[in-house]
């Protein structure tokens, strides 16, 4: 067990409530159950959690620039294991060896201390990817990071053996569940506020089978994307980057209200002359989609939307002033008509605002019956204070797309959920199970976590089965589940 250093972090909302630094690394067996986990939930929840291993260089620092920290959820026969460790990225080693932080502003290495200049400033924060039976920690501002999934030991960043060019390394591939191919990109592939995107494949053995590239209409960050059957899908919204305001000490990001977004599509085999573009309403955001699938000539993109960027920073940075409880938009559906010409698709309202969805690995790309996601219920009382944009979700989700329906699954006052991870089940007529952190507020600044495991077709219900935890948790922002079958896999290829 390592404790982080002793100093006094700001006190705003990227450092104190669910956001309070804890760093430390450490591990357990055999966690209390309360209840039965059932025994088809066999194998790993990853979760990627930021937390800052040193006290910003900057007060106004974020919680997206906290150190990565790569954690896992063991499950096997009932039983519980945990184990987190911090990714070592470069950035962290350097770090570490200084005992102070090097590097400065998020995403700004104008702002760095000289002695980093030229290192690699990525965290591998945000999701941990599972493909070709390795372990990434990826972060969109660099390359991902291989983790040993047994010992959570780093490895090294993961270039496909130098045959990716690009830079960066998005933090949403989507694998497609028939052919095990993973679709992924960087943007800002070539250097800082590049408009240039390095669009990739590889292979269900995690070879690199493609590289194109292309540009996008202005430098935004693109933080998902989707396939289909045959298209790759690239949301543009209008949260820019700026050379000058790097070089002069500003924010990477600022939201331009007034500028119009865009959706790119093309052959998900083909090449960048065949990308079509379609232009949307201006101001609008969304960093997370749920899925997108083709009808007959139709393709239907289900995301989570938004009327703003959902970052109070990000806003901040384009002069806009508008209070977190005023953002509006949800659940949306946009319909493109690839047998008609023009730049206009079709907008429906599927469900409430919210984000973090989550799909079952077997629809991606596909007709989908149901998907969930997180929001906030104004009845569960004030949200807590933590996550990536500063409130806590307090609600779940279970939407039908086709039908309408929505079922919730609502928590007691006081408590705030993290996206979950779905298992699937082997029975047929059943869907599944999700698995999520949970957190309570027992005392002013004290914060209780469970993991939580509830029937994905009947999230009303509440948890199968809770697993209290003995130390503070840091709020993660997105997580995955690997069977130990595919661990095994994994283990016998790597020995072959």
């Known amino acids: ?50 937390d800052p291993a040193h006290m910003p260089m900057f007060a106004d620092d974020i919680v997206l620039s906290g150190d990565g920290m790569v954690a896992k959820f063991t499950i096997q026969d ?26 400065g502003r998020y995403r700004n290495p104008f702002t760095d201390d000289p002695a980093v200049a030229g290192r690699d400033r990525t965290v591998a924060n945000t999701t941990p990817v599972w493909h070709g039976g390795r372990l990434f920690m990826t972060k969109e501002d660099g390359l991902g990071y291989e983790v040993d999934p047994d010992t959570l030991e780093t490895i090294g960043r993961w270039d496909y053996h130098g045959a990716f060019t ?7 591939p989507r694998v497609d569940p028939q052919t095990g191919e993973m679709f992924f990109f960087g943007y800002e592939a070539d250097g800082l506020c590049s408009t240039k995107i390095a669009y990739a494949i590889a292979d269900r053995d995690g070879n690199l089978t493609s590289e194109i590239w292309f540009d996008q209409p202005y430098c935004s960050t693109i933080h998902d994307f989707a396939i289909t059957e045959n298209y790759a899908i690239f949301p543009i919204f209008p949260t820019t980057a700026d050379l000058d305001r790097l070089k002069a000490g500003g924010a990477h990001w600022a939201h331009q209200q007034d500028l119009e977004s865009w959706v790119g599509i093309m052959p998900r085999y083909g090449k960048a002359e065949e990308m079509r573009w379609f232009r949307g309403r201006p101001g609008i955001s969304a960093f997370h989609l749920v899925n997108a699938y083709e009808e007959g000539g139709l393709i239907h993109l289900d995301l989570c939307l938004s009327d703003t960027n959902a970052f109070g920073f990000m806003r901040e940075a384009g002069g806009i ?26 907008e429906r309202l599927l469900g409430p605002l919210g984000d973090m969805p989550r799909l079952r ?41 086709g039908n309408g329906r929505i079922d919730v699954m609502g928590l007691e006052p006081g408590m705030a ?24 507020q027992a005392g002013e600044a004290d914060f209780r976590s469970e993991l939580w495991v509830v029937d994905a077709g009947a999230i009303a219900a509440g948890p199968v089965a809770r697993v209290p935890m003995p130390l503070p948790m840091r709020a993660q922002v997105h997580g995955a589940w690997v069977s130990s079958a595919q661990l095994a896999a994994a283990k016998v290829r790597q020995r072959a």
């Open 78 to 103: 009932g039983k519980v294991d945990y184990a987190i460790r911090y990714v070592e990225t470069e950035r962290y080693t350097l770090e570490k060896e200084a005992r102070r932080a090097l590097f």
């Open 1 to 50: 067990m390592r404790s982080k250093a002793v100093g006094r972090f700001p006190d705003t909302i990227h450092f104190t409530g669910l956001n309070t630094p804890v760093g430390i690394e450490w591990s357990a067996r055999n966690l209390d159950v309360i209840g039965e986990i059932p025994a088809e939930i066999d194998g790993a929840f990853f979760r990627a959690v930021p």
């Open 417 to 440: 959920i993290n996206e979950p991870v779905h298992v699937p089940s082997a029975q047929p007529d059943h869907e599944g199970w999700l698995l999520m952190l949970v957190d309570r």
């Open 361 to 401: 690995d077997a629809d991606q790309g596909q007709p989908y019956r149901a998907a969930w996601y997180l929001s906030i219920n104004p009845q569960g009382g004030p949200p807590l204070p933590g996550g990536p944009v500063g409130v806590a979700f307090n609600m779940m989700l279970r939407i039908e797309p």
């Open 321 to 346: 002033q508008r209070d977190q409880r005023d953002v509006q938009g949800g659940l949306t559906r946009w319909t493109f008509d690839m047998a008609k010409a023009g730049e206009s698709y079709e």
């Open 166 to 172: 690009s830079q960066t390394f998005t933090a949403h």
